[in-house]
């Protein structure tokens, strides 16, 4: 039974990383400041999402057996529930504002052909 | 799992790296402020591995708070950017 649940873990695990990674690679290579907002926007909220997901299923297969455990650690799935929703919430909203702050104060999207910025 | 935990750890922090480069490279205000939203978004689950690497309760309270701050800071730094003040009237 443990067995099944590690290995859904791991697997919620490798995929936030892998999606960090891309959204990371992103920032890193694409030509302009929309397209970087782009790849980073939306790869890292999943990500991370995915990431604070399998440490939930971790805890609730792990931690909660425990008997008599503290009322924090007891407190920790909430927190992590309020984590996911909060992401969810922010991450997007904070690209959105830094994008239409750059847009209206002028920020040109590159074209195809011009020099990479 | 602990191992496990380790190597996603030090995954983020190699993520964190890169967007790092794109902090000190990226040309003009606009790309430093993103990155540094990535950064700090990356440092939220970050904080929550090393609270289960550690066992301890206390970093995520510190992973929510740093969340409020970094929504917080983003916005804040955008309505600056974008008015030149960031509370108007």
């Known amino acids: 039974m443990i067995g099944i649940i590690e290995i859904i873990v791991v697997i919620l695990l490798a995929a936030g ?11 890193l290579r694409f030509p302009d400041f929309y397209t970087r907002l782009h790849a980073t926007g939306k790869c890292d909220t999943l990500g991370e999402v995915l990431i604070i997901a399998g440490l939930l299923l971790h805890h609730f297969f792990v931690y909660s057996s425990v008997p008599g455990a503290e009322l924090s650690v007891k407190l920790v799935p909430v927190k992590l529930l309020f984590l996911i929703v909060f992401i969810f919430l922010a991450n997007p909203t904070a ?8 847009y209206n ?4 999207p590159w074209k195809v052909g011009e020099e990479r910025k | 799992m602990i191992k496990i935990f380790l190597a996603v750890g030090l995954l983020i922090a190699l993520t964190i790296l890169l967007a790092l480069c794109r902090t000190v490279l990226g040309p ?25 690497i550690f066992e301890r309760p206390l970093f995520f309270d510190i992973s929510l708070l740093y969340a409020l ?19 108007s009237g």
Request: net charge positive; charged share 15%; proline share 0%.
């Open chain 1, 17 to 27: 990383v892998f999606f960090m990674l891309t959204g990371a690679i992103g920032l």
């Open chain 1, 95 to 102: 690209t959105h504002a830094i994008m239409k702050a750059a």
């Open chain 1, 105 to 108: 104060t002028g920020e040109k």
């Open chain 2, 28 to 52: 003009g205000v606009f790309n430093r402020v993103a990155a540094i939203n990535v950064i700090g978004t990356k440092t939220i689950v970050l904080l929550v591995i090393i609270g289960y």
């Open chain 2, 69 to 87: 701050l970094n929504f917080i800071g983003t916005l804040a730094f955008a309505k600056y950017l974008e008015r030149g003040e960031v509370w």
